[in-house]
């Protein structure tokens, strides 16, 4: 009851706060008249008895204050302040401003980073318990991680007693058939658990059955959810419908849920049983399947590699001629969806650190000038009777308000930035992605954000308060308040601005390093001239495919009807096209050279014989292919410089003959020519050793055609498109892209493009950030020298000496940072050195060109502190003050 | 405002106002002056803790507060001591009193 009543009176103060405040005044006035009246009865004069009544009463201001607070809300003085703090931050509507953009940014870029890392490290594979997933393949010599041959798979799954479940996935491509034409679609051919073993149920109809993946069963397709809906409608009753892809007709099972995704194959729209297996894929030696299994509870990813190791061991001493150097490579499922994109992701976020860190050094030092600035208003609100804890209260209460707005406007930023940095990933790149889908704001970037807002707030109301050592408040109302105070504030500024700009150095060593290594990455020999080439991909139609005879027909007519178009210099079809991977190889033993049934891995391409000309590759030696070598004519190759290098040393290669590992007589093949080494791997790999076969003697039903244009290929596309329909309608047509654009496509590209840009954006961030605070240490430094400068000035100082003192600062300062900073971006350096090509770690050029920029950027900030100082005029300088 | 003048004992103002308004409705003035008057100008009330506290009784419903008319025809707030005032009055008083006894008798043991 006695809580109510005090409430409602609490409450009824509230309302009448202005009633409350007057009547107080009244009963205060009235007390000082009788004491006044006192005083006159004690026989002093009026104008004494005045003055003693009000010594004797105290600071009004600060008795209403002590009143109001004995019974008014704690919550309405948090309010005055509140009102107050907006009111100063409204008068210096630049200083807000500044404050607020930077914090907002420092803020939004890091949360938006972390919001991608959250969604790629922390949360990677959208499947039940997918911790438990793992990449199961084989390993070879050259390939750390190598597909599975499909004979191979059937014994790993069979003994091994690590895994629950053992699965197969191969990306393939299909013919569909739809009213504006053929259309080549991607598509996957898994094993029968695939879906059971990731966790994922179909959206309609079914899952496959087991033994559905046996020879012989049934053509049944899954859908992907995006497929259903562009090309089904979302039709409800779908399952059981048939879908004919590359001339077979499949049996519609199921829908794929609409948040399903594997990164591996990530565009797939038809999921199909791997239930017919090609001549290739029944060998032991054909390694073209992916594998992946779930882990056995309580089973590490170590204990499942030994077990898959023995019996990888147990399958090469029974099969010693094509599982020979066949080990197992197992690693968690993350891995192959993140292998190289969570080194740039943790570059990224220690970027974005780096950069808030910046920031908030930068509000900081803002703030430290503005408290600076209002030592004498605290020292007259103190002596006006505000007590220490309430000017502190006051002083909090506008960092509070600064960081909260600053965090708030750095949520719209991250939000900015997330959405923006989504779209700007490429669709194949996104679709190897899954957690792209997840990144945004969700509880965990809010969580990230609150404790960043949080940081950001504490540094904001501590480094005022700090400042404001109370003690000093009266020396700082006697004193002129410059001497001392200028002295501390000089120091720590400098250390601030100092900190600044070393972390500055750093994300502009770290920026100048990945801007010079996509550059020499962009700029890798790449052994052909890639300017003026068009490039399509192709599939042959459905009625010819696996048909000899009708595809070297083919093959000519696009290469005579392509070579005939206006624009078109010349034209080659290769089975795959440069800079892609170093794949589709062969095992190859050469005649007359010892051999001890190692597997000597080369890449295979077939090739037209205008093909390797149209590239411009350098013959070497030897003659390039003519029409001459088809299936009629001699086996013969031609080999790149790498594999004359590895098996030929100092030989002349002419005349020589390659084989399989058996030298089997139809494999025997002469090699007629050498040329240069065309990058058929990625930017970023090695050369590998390359063989090159006419596509008469070696056919493939999916290639790519390559046209060198004598104008401008990007326009000849379109032409080339429809030239190729008119050619056979039946023909796939796809992934039209000029030369240049394939390889700044390339994964490693984009990764490099993305890293680069985005650190360099936070390295030019941080500059600028680190000059304006070079540029507020210097020029406050000389406002509160003016005097001392008018006196050097009045006693025969040249101006040249005054520049070289102010500037001579900002380069001790600069000097100072440029050095923390060289020896810190050493360190980090070394951990960006996975994402570093062509340059090293520690590369001098760089850390010069870094001191240059700063150096130049310093003496930018503070030559015109410095021009100000000079052109003071002594006699000004000296009266003021 | 000298220093020769002992503070009150913490705690003591409220119970020093309750008891000065038991025997009239007072103003703020007049309750200084009576508590002053009353120990022989030893204890000097300030203004600065005075208000405060008469709020705080106020806010705790243990005085009642008018605006009346004094002799001098010059308007003030007077003060008048409530029921629950003067129960809680009785409460502070023998609270009082029993502390004193205690440090009184821990005076005489430490001079004997």
């Given at each position: 009851?006695?809580n109510?009543?005090?409430?409602?009176?609490?409450?009824?103060?509230?309302?009448?706060?202005?009633?409350?405040?007057?009547?107080?005044?009244?009963e205060?006035?009235?007390?000082?008249?009788?004491?006044?009246?006192?005083?006159?009865?004690?026989?002093?004069?009026?104008?004494?008895?005045?003055?003693?009544?009000?010594?004797?009463?105290?600071?009004?201001?600060?008795?209403?204050?002590?009143?109001?607070?004995?019974?008014?809300?704690?919550?309405?003085?948090?309010?005055?302040d509140?009102?107050?703090?907006?009111?100063?931050?409204?008068?210096?509507?630049?200083?807000?401003?500044?404050?607020?953009?930077?914090?907002?940014?420092?803020?939004?870029?890091?949360?938006?980073?972390?919001?991608?890392?959250?969604?790629?490290?922390?949360?990677?594979?959208?499947?039940?318990?997918?911790?438990?997933?793992?990449d199961?393949?084989?390993?070879?010599?050259?390939?750390?991680?190598?597909?599975?041959?499909?004979?191979?798979?059937?014994?790993?799954?069979?003994?091994?007693?690590?895994?629950?479940?053992?699965?197969?996935?191969?990306?393939?491509?299909?013919?569909l058939?739809?009213?504006?034409?053929?259309?080549?679609?991607?598509?996957?051919?898994?094993?029968?658990?695939?879906?059971?073993?990731?966790?994922?149920?179909?959206?309609?109809?079914?899952?496959?059955?087991?033994?559905?993946?046996?020879?012989?069963?049934?053509?049944?397709?899954?859908?992907?959810?995006?497929?259903?809906?562009?090309?089904?409608?979302?039709?409800?009753?779908?399952?059981?419908?048939?879908?004919?892809?590359?001339?077979d007709?499949?049996?519609?099972?199921?829908?794929?849920?609409?948040?399903?995704?594997?990164?591996?194959?990530?565009?797939?729209?038809?999921?199909?049983?791997?239930?017919t297996?090609?001549?290739c894929?029944?060998?032991r030696?054909?390694?073209?399947l992916?594998?992946?299994g779930?882990?056995?509870?309580?089973?590490?990813?170590?204990?499942?590699?030994?077990?898959?190791?023995?019996?990888?061991?147990?399958?090469?001493?029974?099969?010693?001629?094509?599982?020979?150097?066949?080990?197992?490579?197992?690693?968690?499922?993350?891995?192959?969806?993140?292998?190289?994109?969570?080194?740039?992701?943790?570059?990224?976020?220690?970027?974005?650190?780096?950069?808030?860190?910046?920031?908030?050094?930068?509000?900081?030092?803002?703030?430290?000038?503005?408290?600076?600035?209002?030592?004498?208003?605290?020292?007259?609100r103190?002596?006006?009777?505000?007590?220490?804890?309430?000017?502190?209260?006051?002083?909090?209460?506008?960092?509070?308000?600064?960081?909260?707005?600053?965090?708030?406007?750095?949520?719209?930023?991250?939000?900015?930035?997330?959405?923006?940095?989504?779209?700007?990933?490429?669709?194949?790149?996104?679709?190897?992605?899954?957690?792209?889908?997840?990144?945004?704001?969700?509880?965990?970037?809010g969580?990230f954000?609150a404790?960043?807002?949080?940081?950001?707030?504490?540094?904001?109301?501590?480094?005022?308060?700090?400042?404001?050592?109370?003690?000093?408040?009266?020396?700082?109302?006697?004193?002129?308040?410059?001497?001392a105070?200028?002295?501390?504030?000089?120091?720590?500024?400098?250390?601030?601005?100092?900190?600044?700009?070393?972390?500055?150095?750093v994300?502009?060593?770290?920026?100048?390093?990945l801007?010079?290594?996509?550059?020499?990455?962009?700029?890798?020999?790449?052994?052909?001239?890639?300017?003026?080439?068009?490039?399509?991909?192709?599939?042959?139609?459905?009625?010819?495919?696996?048909?000899?005879a009708?595809?070297?027909?083919?093959?000519?007519?696009?290469?005579?009807?392509?070579?005939?178009l206006?624009?078109?210099?010349?034209a080659?079809?290769?089975?795959?096209?440069?800079?892609?991977?170093?794949?589709?190889?062969?095992?190859?033993?050469?005649?007359g050279?010892?051999?001890?049934?190692e597997?000597?891995?080369?890449?295979?391409?077939?090739?037209?014989?205008?093909?390797?000309?149209?590239?411009?590759?350098?013959?070497?030696?030897?003659?390039?292919?003519?029409?001459?070598?088809?299936?009629?004519?001699?086996?013969?190759?031609?080999?790149?410089?790498?594999?004359v290098?590895?098996?030929?040393?100092?030989?002349?290669?002419?005349?020589?003959?390659?084989?399989?590992?058996?030298?089997?007589?139809?494999?025997?093949?002469?090699?007629v020519?050498?040329?240069?080494?065309?990058?058929?791997?990625?930017?970023?790999?090695?050369?590998?050793?390359?063989?090159?076969?006419?596509?008469?003697?070696?056919?493939?039903s999916?290639?790519?055609?390559?046209?060198?244009?004598?104008?401008?290929?990007?326009?000849?596309?379109?032409?080339?498109?429809?030239?190729?329909?008119?050619?056979?309608?039946?023909?796939?047509?796809y992934?039209?892209?000029?030369?240049?654009?394939?390889?700044e496509?390339?994964p490693?590209?984009?990764?490099?493009?993305?890293?680069?840009?985005l650190?360099?954006?936070?390295?030019?961030?941080?500059?600028?950030?680190?000059?304006?605070?070079?540029?507020?240490?210097?020029?406050?430094?000389?406002?509160?020298?003016?005097?001392?400068?008018g006196?050097?000035?009045?006693?025969?100082?040249?101006?040249?000496?005054?520049?070289?003192?102010?500037?001579?600062?900002?380069?001790?300062?600069?000097?100072?940072?440029a050095?923390?900073?060289i020896?810190?971006?050493?360190?980090?350096?070394?951990?960006?050195?996975?994402?570093?090509f062509?340059?090293?770690?520690?590369?001098?050029?760089?850390?010069?060109?870094?001191?240059?920029?700063?150096?130049?950027?310093?003496?930018?900030?503070s030559?015109?502190?410095?021009?100000r100082?000079?052109?003071?005029?002594?006699?000004?300088?000296?009266?003021?003050? | 405002?000298?220093?020769?003048?002992?503070?009150?004992?913490?705690?003591t103002?409220?119970?020093?106002?309750?008891?000065?308004?038991?025997?009239?409705?007072?103003?703020?003035?007049?309750?200084?002056?009576?508590?002053?008057?009353?120990?022989?100008?030893?204890?000097?009330?300030e203004e600065?803790?005075?208000?405060?506290?008469?709020?705080?009784?106020?806010?705790?419903?243990?005085?009642?507060?008018?605006?009346?008319?004094?002799?001098?025809?010059?308007?003030?707030?007077?003060?008048?001591?409530?029921?629950?005032?003067?129960?809680?009055?009785?409460?502070?008083?023998?609270?009082?009193?029993?502390?004193?006894?205690?440090?009184?008798?821990?005076?005489?043991?430490?001079?004997?």
């Open positions: 009851m006695a109510l009543s005090r409430l409602v009176r609490r409450l009824a103060l509230l309302f009448h706060r202005e009633r409350f405040r007057g009547e107080l005044d009244e205060m006035a009235f007390h000082r008249e009788q004491t006044e009246r006192e005083l006159i009865g004690d026989g002093m004069s009026a104008d004494r008895a005045r003055s003693e009544a009000m010594r004797r009463f105290g600071n009004p201001a600060s008795l209403r204050e002590r009143t109001h607070e004995a019974v008014g809300f704690r919550l309405e003085t948090v309010l005055q509140l009102r107050f703090a907006l009111r100063l931050l409204r008068r210096s509507p630049g200083f807000t401003a500044l404050a607020i953009l930077i914090l907002a940014l420092g803020m939004g870029t890091c949360v938006a980073i972390f919001g991608f890392v959250d969604a790629a490290l922390l949360r990677p594979l959208p499947y039940p318990d997918a911790g438990r997933l793992v199961v393949n084989e390993n070879a010599t050259l390939w750390p991680r190598s597909p599975l041959s499909y004979p191979d798979y059937l014994d790993w799954k069979r003994i091994n007693h690590s895994l629950s479940a053992l699965d197969l996935y191969n990306g393939t491509g299909y013919l058939t739809t009213p504006s034409g053929t259309e080549p679609v991607p598509g996957v051919r898994v094993t029968d658990g695939f879906f059971r073993t990731l966790g994922v149920r179909p959206l309609l109809g079914r899952d496959f059955l087991p033994g559905e993946d046996r020879a012989g069963s049934g053509r049944v397709v899954m859908l992907s959810y995006g497929t259903w809906v562009k090309r089904f409608g979302s039709r409800s009753d779908i399952v059981g419908r048939v879908v004919t892809l590359s001339g007709a499949y049996t519609i099972v199921g829908v794929l849920p609409r948040d399903f995704q594997f990164a591996p194959q990530g565009q797939a729209e038809f999921w199909a049983p791997l239930n297996l090609t001549h894929e029944q060998r030696s054909c390694h073209s992916w594998g992946f779930r882990l056995r509870e309580g089973v590490t990813v170590q204990a499942a590699l030994a077990d898959l190791e023995s019996i990888a061991k147990q399958l090469e001493r029974q099969y010693p001629e094509s599982n020979r150097d066949q080990g197992a490579s197992v690693a968690p499922f993350s891995e192959i969806v993140l292998g190289n994109v969570r080194p740039v992701l943790v570059t990224l976020l220690c970027g974005a650190a780096l950069l808030l860190v910046i920031a908030c050094v930068n509000v900081a030092s803002l703030l430290l000038v503005r408290s600076e600035s209002r030592r004498r208003e605290v020292a007259v103190g002596a006006l009777g505000a007590r220490p804890a309430r000017l502190v209260r006051q002083f909090l209460t506008e960092g509070l308000l600064l960081a909260a707005l600053g965090s708030g406007a750095g949520c719209l930023v991250a939000v900015w930035m997330m959405s923006l940095l989504t779209k700007v990933v490429p669709e194949d790149m996104a679709s190897g992605m899954p957690f792209l889908a997840s990144v945004g704001m969700n509880s965990h970037t969580l954000a404790g960043v807002a949080l940081l950001a707030a504490a540094l904001m109301t501590v480094t005022p308060v700090l400042r404001l050592s109370f003690r000093q408040i009266r020396a700082g109302l006697s004193e002129d308040g410059r001497t105070a200028g002295r501390i504030w000089n120091r720590m500024g400098a250390n601030l601005v100092v900190v600044e700009l070393a972390v500055a150095v994300l502009l060593v770290g920026a100048g390093l801007a010079q290594s996509f550059y020499r990455l962009l700029h890798v020999p790449v052994g052909f001239d890639p300017s003026h080439l068009a490039t399509v991909d192709l599939e042959a139609p459905a009625s010819i495919q696996m048909q000899d009708k595809l070297s027909t083919l093959d000519r007519e696009i290469v005579r009807h392509i070579s005939a206006p624009g078109v210099q010349s080659g079809i290769a089975s795959m096209p440069p800079v892609v991977c170093n794949c589709n190889t062969d095992w190859i033993r050469i005649a050279k010892p051999f001890h049934g597997h000597n891995e080369v890449n295979h391409r077939n090739v037209t014989a205008g093909y390797l000309a149209t590239l411009r590759a350098p013959l070497l030696r030897g003659r390039m292919f003519t029409e001459a070598d088809d299936g009629h004519s001699p086996n013969v190759v031609i080999i790149n410089q790498a594999l290098r590895k098996y030929f040393g100092n030989e002349n290669p002419i005349g020589q003959k390659i084989g399989d590992d058996d030298l089997s007589p139809n494999s025997m093949r002469e090699v020519g050498v040329v240069g080494d065309v990058r058929e791997g990625a930017l970023d790999a090695d050369i590998w050793p390359t063989l090159y076969v006419p596509i008469q003697q070696s056919q493939d999916d290639f790519t055609l390559v046209v060198r244009s004598s104008g401008d290929e990007a326009a000849l596309l379109p032409t080339l498109v429809s030239a190729l329909h008119r050619i056979d309608p039946g023909l796939g047509v992934n039209e892209y000029t030369m240049s654009q394939r390889i496509l390339t490693t590209a984009l990764l490099h493009r993305f890293s680069t840009w650190v360099v954006g936070f390295a030019a961030i941080a500059l600028v950030l680190g000059m304006v605070g070079l540029y507020g240490v210097i020029a406050y430094s000389v406002s509160s020298r003016t005097r001392e400068i006196i050097r000035m009045a006693v025969g100082a040249q101006r040249s000496a005054i520049y070289r003192m102010v500037l001579s600062q900002a380069a001790r300062l600069t000097g100072l940072g050095g923390i900073g020896v810190c971006s050493a360190a980090s350096s070394l951990l960006i050195r996975d994402l570093l062509g340059v090293k770690a520690l590369d001098a050029p760089t850390l010069a060109g870094v001191a240059i920029l700063l150096g130049a950027a310093a003496m930018a900030a030559f015109y502190p410095a021009h100082a000079a052109s003071l005029n002594p006699m000004n300088a000296l009266r003021e003050e | 405002m000298s220093k020769t003048q002992p503070d009150l004992l913490p705690g103002l409220d119970m020093l106002i309750l008891k000065t308004l038991t025997r009239a409705p007072l103003h703020g003035y007049g309750i200084a002056q009576s508590i002053k008057r009353l120990s022989d100008e030893v204890l000097t009330v600065g803790s005075l208000y405060p506290a008469l709020q705080r009784l106020l806010l705790q419903g243990w005085v009642k507060a008018e605006w009346k008319m004094t002799d001098t025809r010059r308007r003030a707030r007077y003060y008048t001591l409530t029921a629950t005032g003067r129960k809680q009055l009785g409460l502070e008083l023998s609270q009082f009193e029993q502390m004193i006894e205690a440090i009184g008798r821990v005076l005489r043991d430490a001079e004997a």
